[in-house]
């Protein structure tokens, strides 16, 4: 299927005519959607009944589902001296910058029917579900493209009558999507502006980032206590945030992308080769490693990760392994985490990433309960690799299993 451009209905019966296309990849195209549509029924029910848009957006379940959704997608990257939670003992908490009431940045930049009127923001979310002893203590400080010294004392005031600072910066809905690239991935000047006035302040600092790209923390994760990705969560954002920042629940979400130092780093991402001479390669002013690798983040309790137990370790090209390996969950909280299963072939024909992401889980583990997370790994699906002309190929040699950082070989003959 195609979105709007028209180029198969243009080209299509030209290039078949030519005999340039196959007829069979038209026919097994269209059997795909058609095999779609059968079985939703859509043949048997074309039509269905309309209903008003008050029966149909915005119920409550599916408000439940994007507050569910967006509460899992969340990622909670540093938490020193476990700050966050909240503790239910602080009076006075300041909730300061650009991204904290901005509607339209929350919901984000490809939103469906979502209306930014229909968000829930930060403070909206935060004073819905802080005890009512709580002074929530609200600035803007800046924009995320301008400011005020006006604005910025206002949020120096806040900050200083306050016991922790919830800091909002990040991007617009506008500076994201399709067509919306930037020459830096740093915070703008306003922002980093406010952001150097209050930790001069010396007080907890709690960062709630609302992006849609990784942005460069390289100066600002020293000066700051925790730190929460939002990204651009939608309508239930601000319900979402506070549901996390006051421990109603646990934040389980893992990064899907690295994120560099800086721009200078790029690209850098989990599954790139290995470098031929490995004492060179090295940043001069800055650590090699990024700020922080895809699938990082942390929850307000701890896993334990058991030994790898592998089926066998002799594998012919049809022989599946299974991977298991058991995770306890340490901590005194319910919580969620997220088994990642990567390979690395060590030697092949083409040289091949450090390690390759083949499978993930995500398990709820009750505070002292074990679950075995169970994988299967089939060679010719998982092992395998794409040649210079595309096709997959199969080598035998050894290979390295890899959770976490628990690392077994396995023998592929």
């Not at 005890?131 to 493209?145: D, F, I, P, T």
């Not at 299967?376 to 050894?398: H, K, M, Q």
């Amino acid at each position: 299927m195609e979105m709007v451009d028209g180029f198969f209905r243009k080209f299509i019966p030209a290039l078949v005519k030519s005999g340039d296309l196959n007829p069979k990849f038209v026919d097994d195209a269209v059997r795909h959607v058609l095999r779609v549509k059968f079985e939703l029924g859509l043949f048997e029910h074309p039509y269905v009944e309309v209903k008003p848009a008050a029966e149909r957006w915005r119920l409550p379940g599916y408000r439940a589902l994007a507050r569910r959704m967006a509460v899992e997608s969340m990622v909670l990257l540093k938490n020193k001296d476990n700050l966050l939670p909240l503790s239910p003992k602080l009076r006075n908490i300041a909730l300061i910058g650009p991204l904290a009431k901005d509607k339209n940045s929350l919901i984000g930049s490809w939103r469906g029917r979502g209306e930014a009127r229909d968000v829930t923001d930060i403070e909206e979310g935060l004073r819905q579900m802080l005890s009512s002893s709580v002074n929530l203590h609200y600035a803007r400080g800046c924009g995320v493209n301008e400011g005020s010294d006006e604005e910025l004392q206002e949020a120096v005031r806040a900050a200083e009558r306050s016991e922790v600072i919830l800091l909002c910066l990040g991007e617009t809905s506008g500076m994201n999507g399709e067509n919306a690239s930037r020459s830096t991935i740093s915070l703008t000047s306003p922002q980093q502006k406010l952001f150097a006035r209050l930790a001069g302040l010396k007080k907890p600092i709690v960062l709630l980032l609302a992006a849609g790209r990784p942005i460069s923390l390289h100066n600002i994760e020293p000066q700051v206590s925790s730190i929460l990705v939002t990204w651009h969560p939608g309508t239930e954002a601000g319900l979402a945030v506070a549901d996390l920042l006051t421990g109603r629940e646990n934040p389980s979400g893992r990064l899907a992308i690295t994120f560099p130092r800086t721009e200078g780093q790029i690209p850098m991402y989990y599954n790139m080769r290995n470098c031929a001479r490995s004492h060179q390669g090295k940043y001069q002013d800055i650590s090699t490693e990024p700020m922080y690798w895809f699938g990082d983040g942390i929850s307000y309790t701890a896993f334990e990760y058991g030994p790898l137990d592998l089926s066998s370790r002799e594998l012919t090209c049809s022989t599946p392994l299974t991977v298991n390996i058991d995770i306890k969950n340490t901590g005194s909280r319910v919580g969620k985490e997220t088994v990642f299963l990567y390979i690395h072939d060590k030697v092949a024909s083409i040289s091949q990433p450090g390690k390759r992401l083949i499978a993930f889980q995500k398990v709820e583990l009750q505070a002292g309960e074990s679950k075995t997370v169970s994988f299967t790994v089939e060679p010719s699906r998982d092992l395998s690799f794409a040649n210079s002309d595309g096709c997959r190929v199969l080598e035998p040699g050894e290979f390295e299993i890899i959770v976490k950082d628990k690392k077994e070989t396995i023998n592929l003959k």
